[in-house]
C-alpha cells in the first residue's frame, strides 16, 4: 500500500513531498516524490506515532470526579480512543503506589495492581500498544512487595520513584504548593498550610528511602525494567539516581538537576503541557527554557495527550533541527530510552505507526503497523481503497 502526496517527516529532515509504502505493517519503502494516483486527496503531514512514557489519564478515566468509579473497560476503551486520536500509537500508562492512599482507593497498591493486571488484560484487543509504568511512592515501604510481585509476574514496563514529600522535589516551593493545595481542597491558607505541615512531620526518615530506592532499583534491573527518576530538585539527586542505574530523569525541576543527569547520559523528558502553555503549572522548570539549553530529550503527553502535537510545533521554531528535531522528542528519542528498535522513525524497515496531520494541525487518522486505529472520517475511505489495492 502506498501513502502519497505527504510531507514526512523523518529522523531528520523534512521531505515536502514524498510517499511511503508499506507491507504486512513495514515500511519497505520511501519516495521523496509523490507517487501517481496513490494520494489522499490533500496534502497531509505524517509523524511518527508518538510514544508517550508517561501519561497520567487512566487515573481519570477510572474517577473521573471523586468517588464516582467508572468499570475499568469503559475507562480503558475511552482512554484507548482518546491517545489514538492524539497520534499516540504507544503509551505508557502512568499508575501510581501511593502511601497516602487506603486500600481500595486511587493510587492504593491493591487498587493500582488490579488496574495494571486489568490493562496487561486488554492489551491484545486495543488500538494502542499498551505499556505499564509504575509510578512507585518511594516512602511507601510496606508496597514493596506488591510491585515486585508484578516485575515477577512481568506487568510492569517502566518503574519511576517519586517522593512528593513537600519542600522538595516537585513542592520545593512550600508557598506556592500550600496556595496550590488551598486551590484544590477548597480551603483557606492556614487550613492547608496545616495540613502540609502535617505531611512534613509525617515523612519517611532519609536513610529508609535510600534503602527503599536501592530496593526498587535491584527489583527493576533483576527484571529487566527501566527505572526513571521523578522531579529532580538538585544536582546530588540526580547524580544518586545516575549511580542507581536510571535511565530518564522525569520532570526535572531545576535547570541545574537536568544539567546534572543530561551530564550522566539520562534523557530528561517533560510534559507536553508545560511546552505547550510555554510553563511548569507548578511553578517549576520550563520545558522551553530546558529545551532551548538542550536539556530536553523527551515529551510526554502527562495529563493530556493531545498536548503533544501543538508542544511539537511550538519546539520546532527553535529546535535546531527544526520540525523533525521536536518531533524526535515524542517518537525517536522515547524509542531509544524505553529500548525500542522497531518504532519511533519514519525509516525503511520501522513498524508503519503514523500520525496523520492536516494543514490546520488536526490529527486526522492515526495507524498502528499500518492498520487505521482512528480515523475522522476524511481520509478512511482513500486509506481502505489503499489497503484493498494492496
Known amino acids: ?116 493486571r486489568a490493562l496487561r488484560a486488554a492489551k491484545s484487543h486495543a488500538r494502542v500498544d499498551h505499556r505499564i509504568h509504575a509510578r512507585f511512592d518511594i516512602t511507601f515501604t510496606a508496597a514493596i512487595d506488591a510491585l515486585e510481585g508484578l516485575l515477577r509476574d512481568g506487568m510492569v514496563d517502566l518503574v519511576s520513584v517519586m517522593d512528593h514529600t513537600p519542600g522538595q522535589g516537585q513542592y520545593r516551593n512550600l508557598e506556592r504548593h500550600i496556595e496550590l493545595r488551598a486551590a484544590h481542597h477548597n480551603i483557606s491558607l492556614e487550613e492547608a498550610r496545616a495540613m502540609v505541615q502535617e505531611r512534613i512531620d509525617a515523612a519517611t526518615p532519609g536513610q529508609e528511602i535510600l534503602h527503599n ?63 505547550m502553555r510555554g510553563q511548569s503549572y507548578s511553578g517549576n522548570l520550563s520545558a522551553r527554557d530546558a529545551h532551548a539549553a538542550g536539556l530536553l530529550h523527551i515529551l510526554a503527553a502527562d495529563y493530556h495527550p493531545a498536548a503533544i502535537l501543538p508542544a511539537i510545533r511550538s519546539l520546532a521554531k527553535s529546535d535546531p533541527n527544526g520540525l523533525a528535531g521536536a518531533a524526535r522528542l515524542a517518537s525517536a528519542n522515547p524509542a531509544q530510552a524505553l529500548g525500542f528498535s522497531d518504532r519511533g522513525e519514519i525509516a525503511l524497515g520501522k513498524r508503519a505507526d503514523l500520525a496523520l496531520v492536516d494543514q490546520s494541525d488536526r490529527v486526522v487518522a492515526t495507524l498502528r503497523e499500518g492498520r487505521v486505529i482512528y480515523s475522522n472520517g476524511i481520509v478512511q475511505p482513500s486509506l481502505q481503497q489503499g489497503f484493498a489495492a494492496a
Open 1 to 116: 500500500m502506498w501513502l502519497s502526496d505527504l510531507t514526512l517527516v523523518l529522523p531528520d529532515c523534512v521531505v515536502p513531498a514524498g510517499a511511503l509504502r508499506i507491507e504486512n505493517g513495514v515500511i519497505v519503502e520511501i519516495s521523496e516524490t509523490p507517487i501517481a494516483g496513490q494520494g489522499l486527496g490533500e496534502r497531509l503531514t505524517a509523524f511518527p506515532g508518538f510514544i508517550d512514557m508517561h501519561g497520567d489519564m487512566i487515573e481519570q478515566e477510572i474517577e473521573p470526579r471523586v468517588q464516582v468509579d467508572f468499570p475499568m473497560d469503559v475507562a480503558l476503551n475511552a482512554l484507548d480512543v482518546r491517545l489514538a486520536a492524539a497520534g499516540v500509537t504507544t503509551a505508557y500508562a502512568a499508575v501510581s503506589f501511593s502511601k497516602g492512599a487506603r486500600n481500595g482507593e486511587r493510587r492504593s497498591f491493591d487498587h493500582t495492581s488490579e488496574v495494571i
Open 213 to 275: 530506592l536501592q530496593t526498587v532499583s535491584r527489583l527493576c534491573r533483576d527484571a529487566g525494567v527501566a527505572l526513571a527518576s521523578h522531579d529532580d530538585d538538585t544536582a546530588d539527586k540526580g547524580r544518586l539516581m545516575a549511580d542507581l542505574g536510571a535511565v530518564i530523569s522525569e520532570f526535572p525541576v531545576t535547570l541545574e538537576a537536568a544539567q546534572a543527569v543530561s551530564a550522566r547520559g539520562l534523557m530528561t523528558a517533560m510534559g507536553a503541557p508545560n511546552a
